[in-house]
């Protein structure tokens, strides 16, 4: 069946470090992907999206890099701050494109 | 704007009981769907809806049921509840469909069947 996942179920940094969380998609067809922060208690919000025509693409302190030869993609956060502590999923269109399709999620932890 | 608004935000039910989770969106989003969260897991797809009046099956869709009879309006409904229902429900929505635009979330209804 179609799956998202992420190579690190956690992850810890020290504040002011760059955090890097990946992912493995397993649906070649998609071209859509998505990145989002889910805080304790509360719904997942939208980061950064990016079509698979692109190959990388800039937020504000986020980058999303896209590899479509070996079916990855990552979520780059420059100088993590405590306020980053959250659980980040990776999401894809699949080959239905009918809904988003939700990784298993990597908890970053931020110690200042 | 409220954006996704869920209700209840937590809820004990007892194994046979039936409930409604309400969803609303105020942005006029035509598709519209529900996710069940387990602990350390994903979001799993339980219905979508693309329209008032259209709804569809996901991943896991046995032991609920949604209608849309409005465009604001996805209500999900648990029939006879069982503790594998136990969960954390989130309603979104979006502005296009197909999975290539991304998702406003509600909150989450936390839900324990005991």
């Known amino acids: 069946g179609e799956s998202v996942g992420l190579h690190l179920p956690t992850l810890s940094v020290q504040e002011g470090d760059n955090s890097i969380i990946n992912c493995a998609y397993s649906?070649?067809?998609?071209?859509?992907f998505i990145w989002y922060k889910q805080e304790s208690g509360k719904g997942p919000q939208f980061i950064i999206d990016i079509r698979s025509n692109m190959d990388k693409r800039q937020g504000q302190r986020v980058t999303v890099l896209l590899n479509k030869t070996v079916k990855h993609l990552s979520l780059q956060i420059a100088a993590t701050q405590p306020g980053d502590s959250a659980v980040y999923f990776c999401?894809?269109?699949?080959?239905?494109?009918?809904?988003?399709?939700f990784g298993k999620g990597t908890t970053l932890s931020v110690s200042s | 704007n409220a954006g996704v608004t869920q209700t209840p935000k937590f809820h004990i039910l007892k194994i046979g009981q039936s409930m409604t989770l309400q969803c609303t969106q105020d942005?006029?989003?035509?598709?519209m769907y529900w996710y069940r969260q387990d602990p350390g897991m994903g979001l799993k797809l339980i219905y979508y809806?693309?329209?008032?009046?259209?709804?569809d099956k996901g991943e896991v869709p046995n032991g609920y049921n949604v209608s849309r009879s409005t465009t604001e309006d996805f209500p999900l409904r648990l029939e006879l509840a069982a503790p594998s229902q136990t969960s954390v429900y989130f309603c979104?929505?979006?502005?296009?469909?197909?999975?290539?635009?991304?998702?406003?979330f509600g909150s989450g209804t936390r839900l324990t069947v005991v």
């Open positions: 999401a894809e269109n699949g080959q239905a494109g009918t809904a988003l399709i």
């Open positions: 649906n070649s067809a998609s071209d859509y």
């Open positions: 809806s693309v329209g008032a009046g259209i709804t």
């Open positions: 942005m006029n989003h035509n598709y």
């Open positions: 979104a929505s979006s502005y296009g469909g197909g999975g290539t635009y991304g998702y406003t």
